[in-house]
């Protein structure tokens, strides 16, 4: 069975429902102008200061709310379902802890220019600033991880700021806006006409068609260029541009490396794919790096984690970057030809202009010499599960069609490094914040966004955690996600880095204590299996697969096992921990 | 190499805006010399002028940071043209009748004025740009200088700019 989502009717259709101008409060209008934008679902907790918003929900079916069961949750909720959907994500919260509760959240969404609408409610204006109960100033706190923000002083002001939000959200370098509602306005009448103005912000122009003299440049560039490569980010998919890249990859064949969080921007089968690069990327893709004399950045920000000690970074390549925010070219890695504008739009005036190198030859044979030479590898054993083989086999039984979310530490890096994408939006990560407790909830967005796809979430047994609790919203709102725990009872990240920086001093990382995970799916009303061989694990994973509804399987895996290759810190990237499988 | 630049940002005239211009600054680590904000020619639209030191790379993200705030219109690098830059500053400075004479002498000097008299002290104002502040200043410290406040730079570029 999966999820249900109540239809929506088209804005037309309601446009026309409240064509006629109706005083109605400002908790209404927040509820049309949702539908207006197109909201499906939205993720919330109710408390004081939104109860007028809540009173309104009543009985309200034109859109599915989901009561999670931590603030927490709604809004990684509402992260996975935009990142899924490509659509903006919506979630409602309380003032004060409640809002506080999503100060993670949203800047997980900053990190990842993930597009969100996050709704608090505050206390009312006349109490603002008093240390009023359950107050905080949470616009002053968000203000550093919101694209923008807006605490409403008159409801005369929420239907304009409501369809502002939604517009700088899903423009642009996509990110989350934040609309603070004081209990009084949410209360306070108005007329309401809903209108379909165009938005006009003076200070807001997003750049998307991109200098024509710079895009020749780059024509340029690769005809030059010997040993050309590029390095695809999560841009290439918020933009809508795998296709445009898969065309300009095709014509130039120039070699390619995807990001973390541009895994599916380009097909992992793809003979040009060389993985991801960086801290935990392919030996091909961090040589490939090394070795350019041309580096095409499209749509990644250069984060450290992908380029490693800066000094040293492609040494030999003139570097390209395009992206649609400025601040980014030359941020950290000077540019000699920077492009702004949206990827998909300057993919596409490229491809016309660009054809293959031919002169490359030699370096694309060295890229698939490395990629024989180095693959991802590990020692696989027969006695105890290897979490790399739980991967590859969540792989195969999928055929690499689920959509993945992760949590965040080893686990998420073997996903990353052994499940094989192939279509964008299939990959949900917490790439720029690595924000534990991401994994469950993100699959319920990801499985409200799309009720008839699998989605496999991957977590282990620290972050499980930390969200845990959310397993109560899939089994009763029968949201059908095949929740995997990979368990090998530490905190494997840290213990990694302690044993390999930090000499072996395992500090604080035993998750003793943790719960019976098949017991704790059962206290919810999900399915728990566990399995601790790879009889057990092909049996379980299958039966999981057959049942209907929300699943937990545990992995029991081995405890030391390390993620490689692994760039230590102050390294560059080629000089890569390879292990000793 | 680290240099001093004036920066003018012609932002909304919004609830919280010196907060997300100066959050910025703070969060990304650039350094603020001084900041000046007021009203500007036009309605609901303030100036802000920021003094900064930084090398260009550094004030090449300053300026492309600012411009993605969403109240921020305008981002001006008034120190690439020539300019002129003003500060306010009031002095309240230890002046005995006896050497009344001898600051009004530097007040004069400077072309401040004296805008308050005690019975045993002066308000000097001085309106210039910053080296002229700091030389007015170095010049009144042996009277003793009371309470000191300086406005920060204002400043425009010169010409049909």
């Given amino acids: 069975m999966s999820a249900q989502i109540p239809e929506v009717r088209s804005t037309e259709q309601l446009r026309e429902k409240w064509m006629k101008p109706e005083v109605i409060t400002g908790s209404e209008i927040l509820l049309r102008s949702l539908l207006l934008e197109g909201v499906e679902c939205v993720f919330g907790y109710p ?84 240390d009023a109960f359950q107050e905080a100033d949470i616009t002053g706190i968000t203000m550093p991880i919101t694209k923008h923000s807006y ?56 750049r998307m068609v991109p200098n024509k003299l710079q895009l020749d440049k780059l024509v340029q560039a690769i005809q030059d260029a010997e040993r050309p490569m590029i390095l695809a980010g999560g841009g290439v998919i918020y933009s809508g541009g795998h296709e445009a890249l898969y065309e300009f990859v095709k014509r130039t064949e120039i070699p390619i490396t995807t990001t973390l969080l541009g895994l599916g921007a380009f097909p992992s089968g793809h003979e040009l794919w060389t993985g991801m690069p960086g801290m935990h990327g392919t030996y091909t893709s961090n040589m490939a790096i090394q070795e ?41 890695v000077p540019t000699d030809i920077p492009i702004v504008g949206d990827v998909k739009t300057v993919l596409e005036m490229l491809n016309p202009e660009v054809s293959r190198a031919d002169q490359a ?30 991967i590859e ?28 994408f192939n279509q964008p939006r299939s990959w949900i990560t917490s790439g720029g914040l690595g924000t534990m407790g991401f994994g469950l909830p993100s699959a319920i967005g990801a499985q409200m966004a799309h009720p008839e796809r699998l989605v496999i979430s991957v977590n282990g047994d620290g972050g499980m955690q930390m969200c845990s609790q959310e397993l109560a919203i899939c089994a009763i709102n029968n949201i059908p996600v095949k929740i995997v725990i990979i ?50 694990a092909r049996q379980a ?38 292990g000793d499988a | 190499m680290s240099t001093r630049h004036t920066i003018a940002v012609l932002v909304n005239d919004q609830p919280g805006v010196l907060q997300r211009v100066s959050g910025l600054f703070g969060r990304r680590g650039f350094n603020i010399e001084s900041i000046t904000v007021g009203q500007s020619e036009e309605t609901g639209l303030s100036r802000m002028v920021i003094v900064t030191v930084g090398d260009e790379q550094t004030l090449e993200q300053i300026e492309k940071q600012l411009y993605k705030l969403i109240d921020v219109i305008k981002v ?50 001085v309106v210039g740009d910053t080296t002229k502040i700091d030389a007015m200043i170095e010049l009144l410290k042996p009277y003793g200088i009371r309470e000191l406040s300086r406005t920060g730079v204002t400043a425009m570029i010169r010409g049909n700019v």
């Fill in chain 1, 151 to 206: 605490l409403v002083r008159d409801v005369k002001d929420l239907p304009r700021i409501i369809h502002e939000a939604f517009h700088i959200a899903s423009t642009g370098r996509k990110g989350p806006v934040l609309i603070d509602i004081p209990k009084d306005v949410s209360a306070a009448l108005t007329l309401f006409e809903p209108s379909s103005n165009a938005v006009n912000l003076r200070g807001y122009n997003p």
């Fill in chain 1, 47 to 130: 408390g004081g200061a939104v109860l007028y918003i809540y009173d309104a929900m009543y009985g309200f079916e034109d859109f599915k709310h989901v009561l999670t069961r931590h603030e927490q949750g709604a809004i990684h909720a509402a992260d996975g379902y935009a990142r899924a959907s490509g659509k903006v994500g919506v979630c409602i919260a309380t003032s004060g802890p409640g809002a506080t509760n999503l100060v993670t959240g949203i800047a997980t969404a900053y990190m990842d220019s993930v597009p969100l609408v996050v709704i608090t409610g505050n206390v009312a204006t006349s109490l603002i600033g008093t």
């Fill in chain 1, 393 to 420: 086999m969540l792989n195969e039984t999928t055929k690499g069609e689920a959509i993945v979310t992760t949590d965040v530490g080893q686990h998420q890096m073997w996903a990353a490094q052994y499940y094989k």
């Fill in chain 1, 487 to 536: 368990n090998n009872q530490v905190l494997g990240m840290v213990r990694q880095w302690q044993e390999l920086i930090y000499d072996n001093r395992y500090s604080h990382i035993d998750l003793e204590g943790s719960p019976d995970f098949v017991k704790l799916a059962e206290a919810y009303g999900v399915k728990g299996l566990r399995a601790t061989n790879k009889e057990e």
């Fill in chain 2, 76 to 125: 001006i690098n008034l120190s690439s043209n020539p300019m002129v830059a003003r500060e306010l500053a009031l002095i309240k400075v230890n002046a005995e009748p006896s050497e009344r004479p001898e600051i009004m002498g530097v007040v004069e000097t400077f072309r401040a004025a004296v805008v308050d008299i005690g019975s045993h002290n002066l308000m000097v104002q």
């Fill in chain 1, 361 to 390: 030859d030699a370096w694309r044979a060295q890229i698939q010499k490395w990629k024989s030479e180095q693959p991802y590898r590990y020692q696989d054993s027969d006695t105890v599960l290897k979490p790399q083989w739980v």
């Fill in chain 1, 292 to 332: 350019s004399d041309l580096l095409i950045n499209i749509g990644a920000r250069f984060d450290d984690r992908v380029t490693g000690n800066l000094n040293g970074f492609a040494p030999h390549a003139k570097i390209v970057h395009i992206d649609i925010d400025p601040a980014e070219i030359g941020k950290n």
């Fill in chain 1, 541 to 578: 994973w299958a039966e999981a697969l057959e049942t209907p509804g929300p699943v937990v399987v545990e992995f029991v895996v081995s405890k030391g096992e390390n993620v490689y290759p692994m760039v230590t810190q102050g390294s560059t990237i080629d000089q890569m921990l390879l």
